[in-house]
Every structure is written in C-alpha cells, then in structure tokens.
C-alpha cells in the first residue's frame, strides 16, 4: 500500500525544496523550535503542576515529625505537661475549654468510631465532657472561633457552592479538591493538635477537602471525586475563602498522513517577529501559513470550547516530506476545554473536510498525558518510499558540515571540480579554487599582462601566439569546454537499470554505519551509529530525457538517516547506494511511507 502511494508522485528533479543535501535554513529552524517547543505545549510546565497537584496530606505527615523533634523540649517538661492529651477525659475537657469546635472534637478527640462523622463524634465528645462538668456547656458558642480551624468547617457549605459555581461552565467527570493555607496558620493548628489531641488525629487540611467533597459529591452526583488525575482541580484558599480552578487539558489520540509538501508539522513563528506577529507574515506571526498542528487542531478547538492547543507526534516527518501508509500517531492536546465528550467520527470528520485533501486523520479516540510520554518515546521502525537521481561520480559537490551557528560562514573549500580541473592540467600544484576562479574570467585575465597569458597557455598546452585578446579568448574557450566536458570525461559510465535494481534490492538486512550526516553536524555529536535496514521493497529504476531515476521503499530501524542510505554523504554512510554503484545520488524526494507502530 506505502509503496503504490509514492509512485503517483511527479517526477520533476527541479521542484524547489527537494535537495535533500542541504537542507534549507528552514528545516534547520524548524527543528530547533520543535526542540525548543514553541507555541506547541506546556509539557514540562505539567511537571510542576505535578508536584502541586499531590494532596496536601502527605507533605503534612511528613512535617509533622519534623516540628516535633524542634519543639522545645523545657516547654515539655513544665505546664503543657500537667495537662494530658485526648482521649483521657482532662485532655478532652480541655479541648471544649479551648473552644474547639464539634467538627475538630471529633478529629482530634480520639473517641471517633468506624462509620461515624467527625460531627457525631464531635458532638459525642462535647456532651460527655459537659456531663460530667455542666460548666462546659457553654464553651462553644457563636462568640468562640475554634482555635483549631478558626471556624472553618462551619464554611464547608459556602465553600463547596463556590467551588461548584467555578465548575459550572465545565464538563468533566473527574475532579479532584486542595486546600491551600497560610503556613502560620497551618503550624499553629499542628502545634496545637500535637499538645492536646489524641496521638494520630488526622490533619486539619484534608479533614477539612474531605467536608468539602462529601458537600459537593450531594450536588453533583455524575462527578467523580479523585486523588489523582482529575480534569479539574479545584484550590480552596483557606485565607480568602476563595476557589480556583485549574481545567487540565484534554488529549485526542490519532493518526495523521500527510499528502502535500510544505507543511510543517507544527507552528513555527514567523522569524522576522519571533511570532510576535509583522508584515512579513501578515500579522499571523506565523512563517507558514500553516501546520499539521493547526488542520488538526483548529477545526476542532471549537468543538471543545478550548483555549488553544499543543501537538505531540511520534517523531517528525521534514517539511517538504509527505506521510503516507498508515499516518503518524499524535496526541493532541486542547487546552482549557469545556468539553469533553465528543464523538471520534465527529472529530475526524470536521477535520478531513476542513483540510481539503492536504491531511487525512484517523483512529482517533480519547487519550491522556502519559500516553503523550508513550507517544514520544516510543521509537517507531519506518518506511520510506525515495526518488532519486543518479548522476556520474563527482558531479555533485562533496558535502560539508554547514557551521555552527552563531559562527561566521565558512567559505567552500576545495571540491571535486577541482580535482577535475587538475587532471586536465597535470603540469601544474595543486591551484586553490579561488585562484581557478579568477583565472577563467575575462576581467581578471584582461588585467594580467601578455606574458602572462602567454605562460597560462603554455601551461594547458595551448598555442600561445596572438595578441592579448586573442589570448584571453583561447584561454576563455578552453575554460568553457572544460567545464561542459567534464563529467563525461572524468566519469565511469552509470550502471545499467538492472543493476541499480538488484545493488537496491541488495540492502536488505544491511547494517549501516552512519557518522553524523553534515546537514546535521552543527547541532548533534559527531559520532557513527548503527542501524539496520530491515526489507526492502518496491525498487525500479527508469530513463527519462536520458538521465536515470531510481525508487525504492526501505523500511528501516528508527532513528536511520534515510538520504545518506542513499547519496552516502560523501562516505560518511556506508554502505550507501552511491557508494555501492560509484556514482552521485541525488534525492529527488522523500516520503514516509509507514510508521510500524500502534
Ligand atoms: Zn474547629
Ligand atoms: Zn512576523
């Protein structure tokens, strides 16, 4: 199926953005913004979120030992120690003394039993102390703020109708609730809870989420609540009695082929602005109109009633490189989505229409924030499906690693041409290309006097009688012809279709070695590794206006540098099929042809 998809394609050598040698500065660009992910998601932030996200209680726990080891031990020793905590009956007479509230009654008092309330058990606590001692009945009136809570449980109601009236404009069926308190506040209560309640009361932060959900489970019933996970988290602040929300994404898994060139596979700001939005690029901010990222996510954005989205794909095809076959797996992510529940078709669909035929979607279905770590690692073996040229030996300049950048751009250095020249003119050092250069221009010669024209001839053994002009012409001609003679003259003859096929069918099972290709080499290690291709399918080779075009669909291990397979990158692959055949290989183009993985 991949292989019948690449053969459709046109077969003009000359269409722009296809040298698959060197790389525009485009692609280089390209890469460096999905590195750096611009524009595309909040991935990492979501790490921190993470840690913000984990209840309350356990960070608590942890500090409480940590505050009894600091609490001053003469303190101990003196009048806290006259009064003993609860459940002994002085400790929990204590307590009411104080003010405590029914609801820390119950959770510090150490009397509450299985399948009770803090409430009743508060409440229980309360009358047995006032029981024996009739005095304490009137501890804990309207004029008394609990020293434990400051009276917060009594604004369990309020709180959770805040929380619900946050969530209203949402779906979601998952949600989880925090509470965040002042640290004074929260030392205090430890402080408090360690001198007078019962060894193992439970703190006050998720006793308190705890009244809150259990108000909020009665409103809305279809809500689930949970402690990890949620689509929404709702953070109480217990100083201001205010409710924020935080409306985690939600995440569409998928496949996406993609059928035209020239799209990248997310945005990518316009360079001019840096994405702040210019002429150049029509105040979009955008350097391409637009992207994987935005057919998919676009059309559907509204669907969800999303803020705005983030795409994770399993790797990434080149801008001018077509995905066939199956399509590409990608999450996507929307952002602030007050919808959820949408239908797989509706979405495919909405996005296949409004793409007019330059992406296809498909398998999509719900997914979430780990799958996009699954999606990213995963290392998908590939096929590609490759048009190329065969040129003779030496007709195509040597690659050489472009600079790093920030560096000044190094100048070319010798290449094959000059090599050629040399063996024309073997009575002559080696020349510098740049001496080459200016030799053969009718202005740099006509400045050089007879003499010296005359020596040139002699070197090229040419007749060296004229005048001056004459001179400059001979020389000028025979510079021309050099330069149209001379892959026919230097070159082997290319192999004959035959064996392209067989040498193509050959790299089945090979092992490649692989040095950093030099499109690359500003921004990887240098270093060689190994890879396999694992079948090979599909080769033909064919004549047209008398040059040779080969295709072929290698399906390789992930992480292959598929064109070097091909042009071997002056020999920094090998084997590579230009090796193989002693000629120059040229990528016409490029396409995924299927991603084996899912
Ligand atoms: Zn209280
Ligand atoms: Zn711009």
């Known amino acids: 199926m991949a292989d019948n998809e690449g053969k459709s394609e046109p077969t003009d050598p000359k269409d722009k953005g296809i040298n698959a040698d060197a790389p ?43 505050e009894f080891d600091d609490f001053p031990a003469e303190q101990l020793d003196t009048h806290l120690q006259e009064i003993p905590t609860a459940p002994a009956a002085e400790g929990l007479k204590h307590l009411v003394r104080l003010g405590t509230c029914d609801h ?14 803090l409430l009743e058990s508060g409440r229980d606590v309360r009358s047995l102390v006032i029981g024996r001692d009739a005095n304490m009945s009137e501890a804990h009136d309207d004029s008394t703020i609990c020293p434990f809570c400051e009276e917060l449980f009594a604004e369990t109601e309020l ?11 949402y779906e979601f069926s998952r949600l989880q609730i925090g509470g965040q308190f002042p640290k004074v506040q929260a030392e205090a209560e430890d402080d408090l809870r360690k001198r007078y309640g019962a060894a193992g009361s439970l703190p006050l932060k998720s006793c308190l989420t705890d009244e809150i959900a259990k108000v909020l489970v ?60 210019c002429e150049r690029c029509n105040n979009t901010g955008k350097q391409y109109e637009t992207s994987v990222q935005d057919l998919i996510g676009e059309p559907i954005l509204p669907l969800f009633s999303g803020d705005d989205h983030a795409f994770h794909g399993m790797g990434r095809e080149d801008i001018d490189v077509r995905c066939m076959g199956r399509g590409r797996p990608f999450v996507i992510e929307i952002k602030n989505p007050h919808r959820r529940t949408l239908a797989a078709s509706e979405l495919e669909e909405k996005i296949n229409q409004d793409s007019a035929g330059r992406i296809e979607v498909e398998a999509m279905r719900d997914s979430t924030r780990s799958e996009v770590v699954r999606i990213k690692d995963t290392p998908a073996e590939k096929s590609y499906r490759l048009r190329f040229k065969l040129l003779p030996q030496g007709t195509l300049p040597v690659p050489e690693p472009r600079p790093a950048r920030g560096r000044k751009k190094r100048r070319r250095g010798r290449g094959r041409k000059e090599t050629n020249a040399e063996s024309e003119t073997p009575t002559t050092a080696p020349i510098e290309e740049e001496t080459q ?36 012409e001979r020389l000028l001609n025979y510079h021309q012809e050099l330069q149209l003679d001379k892959p026919e003259n ?58 040779i075009f080969a295709e072929v669909t290698l399906r390789c291990e992930s992480g292959t540098y598929v064109k070097e397979t091909i042009h071997g990158d002056g020999g920094r692959t090998t084997p590579s099929v230009a090796g193989l055949l002693s000629v120059d290989c040229e990528v016409v183009w490029l396409d995924v042809a299927d991603i084996h993985a899912d």
């Open 437 to 472: 250069t200016a030799a053969v221009d009718e202005k740099s010669l006509s400045i050089l006097k007879k003499a010296e024209l005359v020596a040139m001839c002699e070197e090229k053994n040419l007749a060296k009688t004229g005048t001056k002009p004459i001179l400059i």
């Open 218 to 277: 009665e409103k809305l019933p279809a809500v689930k609540l949970v402690n990890e996970k949620p689509q929404i988290l709702a953070l109480v602040d217990m100083l201001t009695l205010g409710v924020q929300i935080e409306v985690r994404s939600h995440y569409i898994y998928g496949r996406y082929r993609k059928l035209e060139r020239g799209i990248p596979q997310t945005r990518w700001p316009c360079r001019a602005c840096k994405g702040r939005g």
């Open 490 to 547: 230097v070159s082997p003859p290319l192999p004959d279709l035959d064996t392209i096929i067989a040498t193509l069918d050959g790299l089945a099972g090979t092992v490649l070695e692989q040095r950093t290709p030099t499109r690359v080499a500003h921004r990887r290690a240098d270093k060689v590794r190994k890879r396999s291709v694992l079948e090979v399918t599909g080769s033909s080779a064919e004549m047209v206006d008398d040059e």
């Open 24 to 66: 525009s500065e485009v692609e280089e660009d390209w890469s460096s913004f999905s590195n750096a992910g611009f524009g595309s998601t909040d991935y990492d932030l979501w790490e921190d979120l993470a840690t913000h996200e984990e209840p309350g209680n356990d960070t608590e726990s942890d500090d409480e030992d940590a």
């Open 104 to 117: 820390c009654l119950g959770r510090v008092g150490g009397k509450k039993t299985y399948g009770q309330t």
């Open 159 to 169: 709180l959770a109708d805040l929380i619900g009236d946050e969530l209203r404009p």
